[in-house]
């Protein structure tokens, strides 16, 4: 924001100028809004603590966390921003570890590249992913992101838990004998009983679902038949007004939205804008050139070396913003979904490699701090790096060949 503010007064663009970045963005906004309201009226409800600690009752051995937490969190991160689950997910496996007297950091680092490895599967995973999804142009996003990211995400998810299960797992194996109940609770996933009150109390429960139901059966829906497209993001305002509408608990679903998110994409969107008026994503373009729709792999191998690099210097959802109006400039569009999703995907998976990669890492660490664990840089790149290098080199090798 303080450099959206800055752009304006320098005179790189106009207040009416800034204006029209923000307007023409609003789709992006507006689903952020919606996503987020979801988020915090599900955490109201307690649904997502739930679901957590579902996921920790499936472990049969601590060693079994790791993996059983990677896979479980990827998953719901895929249909939940990424954000929102970081900051339910600290105090959580931080309560967890202290039954198993245990030592918290491995569960945490397995939190931060849970979310970051899951969320690459949809358009409403991350935020950067929304971006890509609006900005972009490609019809039909969920289904796209389905199409090219749903065998290299699920590959990804085995393959880092099985990695993070080895790296973790003896540690936390070592901490405490078997899970028994009293350390970590096994609850059914469906709560039995009570639902009439329970829904009237948080309609939350049933109004999310459905509303990805439709969105996501309205973009396949579209994809097979070539029929009209219903945007993802009315589909999600249409949800969320119906949550304030019939929620009782309203005004705490309104202050529980994460409001710096949706605010830094609006700085972001008059930041990148004057960035396009005074020139600077032509610079980018010609210190980093990436090759037109006639040379794809070369292409391919460019998006995705870039977006690594420069998600550790300005963050990912940054780095998308820049990227797009430059990839657009050299003929990508609608048309091209594999170099879109190399974009989207690359971007996120390198917030596995440094803290500055992914606005959840910094959201995670400075939980963590709060509430006495330090994570330490060094701690998080021994096992994120090469995290990041399997889940990239799976990702590069899949959109080569169009899967």
Not at 370 to 381: A, E, H, P, T, W
Request: glycine residues 10%.
């Amino acid at each position: 924001m303080a450099g959206a503010f800055v752009t304006v007064a320098v005179g790189v663009l106009t207040v009416g100028g800034a204006a029209a970045s923000i307007s023409t963005s609003a789709p992006t906004l507006i689903f952020l809004f919606s996503l987020f309201l979801f988020a915090g009226a599900l955490d109201g409800a307690g649904a997502l603590d739930h679901l957590a600690r579902w996921l920790l009752g499936r472990a049969r051995r601590p060693s079994d966390l790791p993996f059983d937490l990677f896979v479980g969190i990827g998953l719901i991160s895929a249909v939940m921003v990424n954000d929102a689950l970081v900051v339910i997910g600290v105090p959580l496996l931080l309560g967890v570890a202290s039954r198993l007297r245990a030592d918290p950091k491995p569960l945490l680092l397995v939190l931060a590249f849970a979310v970051t490895v899951g969320s690459t599967l949809t358009p409403f995973g991350n935020p950067q992913n929304l971006l890509v999804a609006v900005a972009s142009g490609v019809g039909s996003p969920v289904t796209t992101f389905l199409r090219y990211l749903a065998v290299p995400t699920a590959v990804n998810l085995l393959l880092g838990g099985w990695y993070l299960r080895w790296v973790y797992g003896s540690k936390l194996g070592t901490s405490a004998p078997p899970l028994s109940a009293p350390r970590v609770e096994r609850i059914p996933l469906i709560p039995e009983g009570g639902w009439g009150r329970r829904l009237r109390s948080y309609p939350v429960l049933v109004i999310f679902p459905g509303t990805m139901v439709v969105l996501v059966t309205l973009d396949i829906t579209s994809a097979l038949t070539h029929g009209p497209q219903v945007p993802v993001w009315e589909t999600a305002l249409a949800g969320a007004v119906l949550l304030l509408l019939v929620s009782p608990g309203r005004a705490q679903a309104v202050q529980r939205v994460n409001w710096s998110i949706p605010l830094l994409f609006a700085g972001l969107f008059v930041v990148v804008a004057g960035a396009v008026q005074g020139g600077v994503i032509a610079s980018l373009d010609s210190v980093y050139p990436v090759p037109g729709p006639g040379h794809p792999s070369a292409a391919l191998l460019a998006v995705v070396g870039t977006s690594v690099a420069g998600s550790q210097l300005v963050s990912n959802v940054p780095w998308v913003a820049l990227q797009i109006p430059v990839l657009t400039g050299v003929g990508y569009g609608p048309g091209s979904p594999i170099i879109w999703m190399a974009l989207a995907a690359s971007s996120t998976l390198a917030g596995n490699i440094t803290f500055l990669g992914a606005a959840s890492n910094l959201i995670l660490v400075d939980a963590a701090d709060k509430m006495g664990v330090r994570i330490r840089l060094s701690d998080f790149v021994r096992h994120g790096i090469p995290l990041a290098a399997i889940t990239l080199t799976v990702l590069v090798a899949c959109l080569a060949v169009g899967l």
